[in-house]
């Protein structure tokens, strides 16, 4: 007579002890047992009459039977309450069963120890050790044939020591954890493949046991739990329980944890001892716990959340290394200056070019700014950026255009403006790179690093200068007065060529100022007397410039040298005097060494003279300039007893006409003057 107990409710509960009082009675008559549970009760006071648990062994609520939760080190065992019968000669010692297990471990493939199916003549396994032994025996007793125990393990780690195929492997054990027989674990599916499947997968797995004891044959058969049972066996061991089996055997299960660590779960249990068991009815089963969605979850949590932690993170970082790079390349753009856009320039690429306006990239001081070589990002142009500080917001709107106007000024002896930029307090020119600096540099005797030019170098620098200013002054469309000629601003192309550059810089100077004082921009020596006086730029001045200019290359030395002797502090002075004294080539730069054609010589120091007149209106204008430096038209007889040049020699006295302020001057004097930056500045 049978005994069913299916536990998944209280009417359920109620029949199975009351079948279990009839077959205490029955067992002893019959000699034989089945049993099926599709789960184990609902975990409050039934379970312990359904299941004989230890350790950490328990009934959840829903009726899931877990042998060890995933605490380290943990053993738990799970039998059928009481004792079944094996009496051999009496009873056949065949028996059936079919389970349903899952692992599900402490994260994706990493778990331990395994399960194992077994019967025991005893359910006192205090003795037995967690890990490797499964909670079956300890180091002592595995092996013992006192054990009088048979299992099937479901070994989800390798352990050499008992000679382990893998880790992920099922094994007849008896009483031993060396396996008789032990296979990986898998199943033919019903199309008869061979598939692995993994004990740690954390999804449940169906087991079929079945053993014969006329046949000595024992068969262990796998299969996921929703799948059908294969035909084949994994394992079909032969097996002689005779003498292992005892009278009374106890059924159930064992499991184990290591230092990795599973969560094993029996759902269903079936056992029979007469015949097959009974097949499982999935549909009943307890479901596994939601710890194991919450497990994927935190998993998923813990995968996700630094990523998103990072995420967020270098976001942050970002964004505060993008208000950085926002701070360091802000620029000041005004509604205004859209039109301006082809000709305006982002700070930031600027400042790739430039390497951040690093020192090594410094070219040198010009007018009203540092200078600083650079090669543009994309175009790989070389361009010299001049850093304009300027904090007045007034006039800018009218240099902008000023400068963007200039920006179309197109001459072979003008340095292209190419563009602009502007920062707060800050406007950032863009010209063209002229590989050979400026002039200056070749031209006084205070850098002699630089070879000097030979004649025809300079006449072709004093010619293309020349004809920039003509095209500045009547050429274009507008007039520009450039109003700071000097050698300094002259810069030498590849080829050295004289390039005109910085026009219209001197402007800037003109607007942020207040209006009650003019501001006169330029340089000393370089200025005309009635700019001084009146303040007004005009090509009158510029030409005025630009014979000081002439004087300075063909003489080779600065308007105002203050550590000269006193006659020749004065470079316009100096060569009037030479003239006066019958022989003006001794102003000549004596690094030419003679080198020069005389009559072009005479041509270049006698118009420098003119064009540096004092009386405004006998300065030639530049057209008259080109002609007479391309020999067009001949300088005039100007001689020191001619009415315009008999001012010549009185320079230095007549305070009121050239160099208004300049005459009287003590040496001391100067030198303070020339320190201020080279501006003058005059109250109106
Ligand atoms: C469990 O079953 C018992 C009867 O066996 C019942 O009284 C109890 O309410 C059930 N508990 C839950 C949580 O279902
Ligand atoms: C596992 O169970 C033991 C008691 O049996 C408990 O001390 C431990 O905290 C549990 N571990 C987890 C992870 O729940
Ligand atoms: C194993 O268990 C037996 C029986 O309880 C005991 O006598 C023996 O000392 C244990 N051996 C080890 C290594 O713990
Ligand atoms: C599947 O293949 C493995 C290795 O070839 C073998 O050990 C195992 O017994 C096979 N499984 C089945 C169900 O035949
Ligand atoms: C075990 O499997 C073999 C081979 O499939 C089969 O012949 C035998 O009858 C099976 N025995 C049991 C007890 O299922
Ligand atoms: C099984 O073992 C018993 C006891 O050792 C023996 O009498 C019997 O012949 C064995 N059966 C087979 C088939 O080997
Ligand atoms: C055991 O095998 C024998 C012979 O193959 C068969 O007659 C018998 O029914 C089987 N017993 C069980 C319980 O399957």
């Known amino acids: 007579m049978a005994a069913a107990a299916a536990a998944s409710g209280s009417v359920f509960s109620f029949t199975f002890l009351f079948l279990l009082s009839s077959l205490a009675f029955t067992i002893s008559t019959q000699q034989s047992d089945r049993f099926i549970f599709h789960g184990f009760g609902n975990g409050t006071k039934n379970q312990q009459q359904l299941l004989r648990l230890d350790g950490a062994g328990e009934v959840l609520p829903n009726g899931l039977l877990r042998l ?53 003549p005893a359910v006192d396994f205090s003795h037995a050790v967690a890990s490797q032994h499964l909670g079956l025996f300890n180091a002592t007793t595995d092996g013992a044939s006192t054990n009088h125990v048979v299992a099937i393990e479901l070994d989800a780690m390798r352990s050499p020591e008992f000679q382990d195929i893998d880790n992920n492997h099922v094994g007849v054990d008896v009483n031993s954890l060396i396996s008789i ?4 674990a898998s199943y033919l599916s019903p199309d008869g493949k061979n598939l692995t499947l993994q004990l740690l997968s954390g999804r449940p797995i169906q087991v079929w046991i079945d053993y014969n004891d006329t046949q000595k044959l024992i068969n262990v058969t796998l299969a996921p739990m ?62 596994l716990p939601p710890v194991r969605k919450e497990r994927k979850k935190v998993e998923w949590i813990s995968i996700v959340f630094p990523i998103l932690a ?40 600027l400042y790739l070019a430039t390497h951040g306006f690093k020192e090594k990239q ?24 001049k850093r304009v500080s300027h904090d007045s917001r007034q006039g800018m709107k009218e240099f902008v255009a000023e400068i963007v106007s200039i920006g179309r000024l197109r001459h072979r002896n003008l340095v292209q403006l190419l563009g602009y930029c502007r920062r707060k307090g800050e406007l950032l020119l ?35 200068v020349a004809s920039a200013l003509l095209y500045l002054h009547e050429e274009w469309e507008q007039v520009v007065i450039h109003r700071d000629i000097k050698a300094s601003n002259v810069l030498l192309d590849a080829d050295f060529n004289g390039r005109l550059g910085d026009f219209g810089l001197a402007r800037l100077h003109d607007h942020g100022t ?47 040298e203050v550590e000269t002797a006193a006659e020749e502090v004065i470079l316009v002075d100096w060569v009037v005097r030479c003239w006066q004294q019958g022989n003006i080539f001794k102003a000549v730069d004596s690094r030419l060494q003679d080198a020069y054609d005389r009559e072009e010589m005479e041509l270049v120091l006698k118009l420098g003279l003119l064009c540096s007149h004092p009386v405004a209106a006998l300065r030639p204008s530049l057209r008259k300039v080109m002609q007479y430096l391309d020999g067009d038209t001949t300088l005039p007889e100007i001689s020191l007893e001619s009415a315009g040049v008999g001012n010549f020699g009185s320079y230095s006295e007549r305070s009121d006409l050239y160099f208004s302020n300049f005459g009287s001057y003590s040496r001391a004097s100067i030198n303070s003057f020339c320190s201020q930056d080279s501006i003058i500045t005059t109250g109106r």
């Not at 410094?362 to 950026?385: C, D, M, N, Q, R």
């Not at 010209?431 to 004649?455: A, I, R, V």
Request: hydrophobic residues 40%; glycine residues 10%; aromatic residues 12%.
């Open 181 to 184: 027989d032990a296979a990986p």
């Open 362 to 385: 410094f070219l040198g001081v010009g007018g009203f700014g540092k200078v600083y070589k650079g090669v543009l990002p994309k175009s790989e142009t070389a361009i010299a950026v």
């Open 430 to 464: 863009v010209y063209d790179y002229m590989p050979n600096g400026s002039l200056d540099h070749f031209l006084f005797k205070d850098d002699e690093k630089k070879p000097t030019l030979n004649w025809p170098q300079r006449q072709r620098i004093i010619r293309g």
């Open 226 to 287: 929703d799948g059908p049972r294969p035909e084949r066996p994994l394992l079909s061991t032969s097996v002689n329980l005779t003498d292992v089996l005892l009278d009374s055997m106890y059924v159930g299960f064992s499991a184990a944890t290591s230092t990795v660590t599973s969560e094993h779960y029996i759902l269903g249990w079936s056992f029979s001892q007469t015949g097959r068991a009974e097949q499982l009815d999935i549909s009943k089963l307890p479901k």
């Open 68 to 120: 060890t939760n995933a605490s380290a080190l943990q053993i738990g065992h799970a039998f059928f309450p009481r004792p079944l019968n094996f009496i051999r000669g009496k009873s056949s010692l065949s028996f059936s069963t079919n389970f349903v297990f899952a692992m599900v471990p402490q994260s994706p493939n990493l778990g331990g120890h395994g399960l194992a199916f077994l019967l025991s």
């Open 514 to 560: 207040n209006s009650h004082t003019t501001q006169v921009a330029g340089t000393v020596g370089y200025l005309a007397p009635e700019l001084t006086r009146l303040g007004k730029a005009t090509t009158g001045t510029d030409v005025f410039a630009f014979g000081v200019f002439m004087l300075e290359v063909a003489c080779g030395r600065r308007p105002v």
């Open 310 to 349: 990072a995420f967020v993170l270098v976001g942050i970082g970002g964004f505060v290394v993008c208000l950085i790079r926002r701070k360091k390349y802000e620029e000041i753009c005004e509604d205004w200056e859209k039109e301006y856009h082809p000709q305006r320039f982002t700070y930031k690429n």
